[in-house]
């Protein structure tokens, strides 16, 4: 768009806002645009149809090649919804005048909601006038009362009874179908399941909690569509300002519908379920989730990096306390801060046993913890066998760095907790496509066995007949399972073979084109294919490692009737947020993201 193009869409914006319908006009006979963006969301034409008096606006934008049936494809929304919003009946008028080869399709879904339902379901005692002329003006243009979800005009569920018999007294020439002058008992199941559904969406929007549960015991977060759901948390989300570049422009998340009663104090019991379920996990990613799971990371990232420091310095100390031992270095000191350290984790470990019970064990980071700690305390040992000392070194040394790695994947920085998540599906999937395939692992270990069960022959060094210890070949069954494992990697040492015949060949020719080349390929495509997968998701994994942490910190420090009631300090409401919304300035310190909390009292 050229410079003298952007000049005219400023006007035109510029027109809209003042209300100035000559200028509105001038601008668009000298090519400004009512199709592209007034704001970050609207288009000139969508906003002059939702927005009260803009009759003259309408009727202009439409001369202007805006079309009637117009429908935004981001969202499915139709021009007649946008008009129908507006609760005024002069702009739905111009909308629907008749013009030549154009008819206004007035029973547009959106949301699986027709605008003459959608006025039905917002009608009240202070808007009755303005939304019946609009009823009444769709009616005429043959809306339709049978849709897929109203079987009859639903009114009473949203006003009262009062409504009807207010319009019905005023508006003589409006009639009500028969269904609706029925008894509620007569009414389908479809509808009846939409009231309750709308009665939820109503509680939302009154500030109810999205944790609690409905009238049937389930939570309200699973009984609202998606869609619905989305559009809740989006309302929850404002702008203060005109002028997005401003530096004062502010945006207002408000945190009312995660609030929970005083009576249950766990904050992520309703993220839970946005996280569990296939549908709703997408959620995570949205602004009001995770500016509250960032909020909650302000509270318990000083019990993570506690706990991560500790384990980067128990592990330390377990390293170098094993390398000293085998060098025959015995230092007291280290022995007493191992041994020390591992109490702490011993009664750390009965402490969150006694809180959770046999959840406890039920997380991959407890059972390393437990590990840990177990292995820290035999390598203080001395044992009488110094092959059994060396294999429990070795252990502890594998288990303190896989604990350390599994903390570090929890850490709130997109790329390590991504490579980490990376490393753990990669090793799920290996291990999940290499048992899938080791009965042809058990096979070849099984014909090597029997082709070259010959032990090796190797010349004594220096004339001694002294007994070497056992060859790594193919005498032993278990052995030679080990031995073809090492093979499938590449490392075939064929010189050391000794084939006895054409079938030998064949065999180790298969084994190398089934074995070494398809099978290896195929795992090296599968861990690619879930890297990509992993690479592609990175954000919305990250959010799900966030609430993982999250989760099991509140659990361990908020659990109820224990004697850690005060470390409840940690929970958002009341200690944090005074109000339940904060402001954030996007513009207050240029390339940062500035957060200002500021007292909602």
Same mark, same amino acid.
């Given at each position: 768009?050229?410079?003298?193009?952007?000049?005219?869409?400023?006007?035109?914006?510029?027109?809209?806002?003042?209300?100035?319908?000559?200028?509105?006009?001038?601008?668009?006979?000298?090519?400004?645009?009512?199709?592209?963006?007034?704001?970050?969301?609207?288009?000139?034409?969508?906003?002059?149809?939702?927005?009260?008096?803009?009759?003259?606006?309408?009727?202009?934008?439409?001369?202007?090649?805006?079309?009637?049936?117009?429908?935004? %494809?981001?969202?499915? #929304?139709?021009?007649?919804?946008?008009?129908?919003?507006?609760?005024?009946? &002069? *702009? /739905? +008028?111009? @909308?629907?005048?008749?013009?030549?080869?154009?008819?206004?399709?007035?029973?547009?879904?959106?949301?699986?909601?027709?605008?003459?339902?959608?006025?039905?379901?917002?009608?009240?005692?202070?808007?009755?006038?303005?939304?019946?002329?609009?009823?009444?003006?769709?009616?005429?243009?043959?809306?339709?009362?049978?849709?897929?979800?109203?079987?009859?005009?639903?009114?009473?569920?949203?006003?009262?009874?009062?409504?009807?018999?207010?319009?019905?007294?005023?508006?003589?020439?409006?009639?009500?179908?028969?269904?609706?002058? %029925?008894?509620?008992? #007569?009414?389908?199941?479809?509808?009846?399941?939409?009231?309750?559904?709308? &009665? *939820? /969406? +109503?509680? @939302?929007?009154?500030?109810?909690?999205?944790?609690?549960?409905?009238?049937?015991?389930?939570?309200?977060?699973?009984?609202?569509?998606?869609?619905?759901?989305?559009?809740?948390?989006?309302?929850?989300?404002?702008?203060?300002?005109?002028?997005?570049?401003?530096?004062?422009?502010?945006?207002?998340?408000?945190?009312?519908?995660?609030?929970?009663?005083?009576?249950?104090?766990?904050?992520?019991?309703?993220?839970?379920?946005?996280?569990?379920?296939?549908?709703?996990?997408?959620?995570?990613?949205?602004?009001?989730?995770?500016?509250?799971?960032?909020?909650?990371?302000?509270?318990?990232?000083?019990?993570?990096?506690?706990?991560?420091?500790?384990?980067? @310095?128990?592990?330390?100390?377990?390293?170098?306390?094993?390398?000293?031992?085998?060098?025959?270095?015995?230092?007291?000191?280290?022995?007493?801060?191992?041994?020390?350290?591992?109490?702490?984790?011993?009664?750390?470990?009965?402490?969150?046993?006694?809180?959770?019970?046999?959840?406890?064990?039920?997380?991959?980071?407890?059972?390393?913890?437990?590990?840990?700690?177990?292995?820290?305390?035999?390598?203080?040992?001395?044992?009488?066998?110094?092959?059994?000392?060396?294999?429990?070194?070795?252990?502890?040394?594998?288990?303190?760095?896989?604990?350390?790695?599994?903390?570090?994947?929890?850490?709130?920085?997109?790329?390590?907790?991504?490579?980490?998540?990376?490393?753990?599906?990669?090793?799920?999937?290996?291990?999940?496509?290499?048992?899938?395939?080791?009965?042809?692992?058990?096979?070849?270990?099984?014909?090597?066995?029997?082709?070259?069960?010959?032990?090796?022959?190797?010349?004594?060094?220096?004339?001694?007949?002294?007994?070497?210890?056992?060859?790594?070949?193919?005498?032993?069954?278990?052995?030679?399972?080990?031995?073809?494992?090492?093979?499938?990697?590449?490392?075939?040492?064929?010189?050391?073979?000794?084939?006895?015949?054409?079938?030998?060949?064949?065999?180790?020719?298969?084994?190398?084109?089934?074995?070494?080349?398809?099978?290896?390929?195929?795992?090296?495509?599968?861990?690619?294919?879930?890297?990509?997968?992993?690479?592609?998701?990175?954000?919305?994994?990250?959010?799900?490692?966030?609430?993982?942490?999250?989760?099991?910190?509140?659990?361990?420090?908020?659990?109820?009737?224990?004697?850690?009631?005060?470390?409840?300090?940690?929970?958002?409401?009341?200690?944090?947020?005074?109000?339940?919304?904060?402001?954030?300035?996007?513009?207050?310190?240029?390339?940062?993201?500035?957060?200002?909390?500021?007292?909602?009292?």
């Amino acid at each position: 768009m050229s410079l003298n193009e952007n000049d005219i869409q400023e006007e035109l914006r510029t027109a809209l806002s003042n209300r100035d319908i000559d200028q509105f006009k001038s601008a668009l006979d000298r090519g400004a645009n009512p199709n592209l963006l007034y704001d970050n969301q609207n288009s000139f034409y969508e906003k002059a149809l939702y927005t009260p008096g803009s009759r003259q606006f309408i009727e202009a934008c439409i001369n202007h090649d805006c079309s009637v049936n117009y429908v935004n %494809e981001k969202w499915n #929304k139709a021009a007649v919804h946008y008009a129908t919003e507006s609760m005024d009946p &002069e *702009n /739905l +008028k111009e @909308l629907l005048k008749d013009r030549p080869d154009e008819t206004v399709y007035v029973d547009q879904k959106y949301y699986q909601i027709t605008p003459l339902n959608w006025l039905a379901k917002n009608l009240t005692e202070e808007n009755a006038s303005a939304v019946v002329q609009c009823m009444l003006m769709l009616l005429k243009k043959g809306a339709s009362f049978n849709t897929t979800e109203y079987k009859t005009l639903d009114i009473d569920s949203d006003c009262g009874r009062e409504v009807p018999e207010l319009l019905q007294g005023k508006f003589p020439e409006f009639h009500l179908p028969k269904e609706h002058q %029925e008894t509620e008992a #007569k009414i389908d199941q479809p509808s009846r399941s939409f009231r309750d559904e709308d &009665e *939820n /969406l +109503k509680a @939302l929007k009154h500030g109810a909690y999205i944790g609690s549960t409905s009238k049937n015991g389930n939570f309200l977060i699973k009984q609202i569509p998606i869609v619905e759901l989305k559009k809740h948390f989006d309302s929850c989300i404002t702008t203060v300002g005109s002028d997005p570049e401003a530096s004062n422009y502010m945006i207002k998340i408000d945190f009312k519908t995660l609030k929970p009663p005083e009576d249950k104090p766990f904050e992520m019991a309703p993220i839970a379920i946005l996280a569990e379920s296939k549908e709703l996990v997408y959620l995570l990613q949205h602004p009001l989730i995770s500016g509250f799971l960032f909020l909650k990371w302000r509270r318990v990232s000083f019990f993570f990096y506690v706990n991560f420091i500790f384990f980067g @310095l128990l592990g330390l100390i377990n390293i170098l306390h094993i390398v000293l031992k085998f060098h025959e270095i015995r230092s007291i000191a280290l022995i007493i801060i191992l041994l020390v350290c591992t109490s702490c984790l011993f009664f750390r470990m009965i402490i969150n046993l006694y809180i959770l019970g046999y959840r406890y064990f039920c997380s991959a980071v407890s059972i390393m913890e437990c590990a840990v700690m177990v292995l820290s305390f035999t390598i203080c040992i001395s044992f009488e066998d110094k092959q059994t000392e060396r294999v429990l070194a070795s252990l502890s040394i594998l288990a303190v760095s896989a604990n350390f790695c599994i903390m570090i994947g929890f850490v709130p920085a997109l790329g390590i907790s991504t490579y980490m998540l990376m490393l753990r599906e990669v090793s799920f999937s290996f291990l999940k496509s290499i048992s899938a395939y080791s009965i042809f692992l058990l096979a070849f270990s099984g014909c090597f066995y029997i082709l070259f069960n010959e032990p090796l022959k190797k010349p004594d060094v220096g004339g001694t007949t002294e007994q070497k210890n056992q060859t790594f070949d193919f005498t032993n069954f278990y052995i030679a399972f080990i031995k073809t494992t090492v093979m499938m990697t590449g490392e075939f040492n064929a010189g050391e073979l000794e084939f006895t015949g054409i079938f030998t060949y064949l065999f180790f020719l298969l084994f190398i084109m089934s074995m070494n080349i398809m099978l290896l390929n195929l795992l090296n495509g599968l861990a690619v294919s879930d890297t990509q997968e992993i690479k592609n998701r990175a954000e919305l994994n990250g959010a799900i490692c966030m609430f993982n942490l999250l989760s099991r910190c509140e659990m361990i420090l908020t659990s109820p009737g224990r004697f850690n009631t005060h470390l409840r300090s940690i929970n958002i409401f009341p200690n944090y947020l005074k109000s339940s919304y904060i402001y954030v300035l996007p513009n207050q310190e240029k390339g940062q993201f500035f957060v200002k909390w500021i007292d909602g009292r």
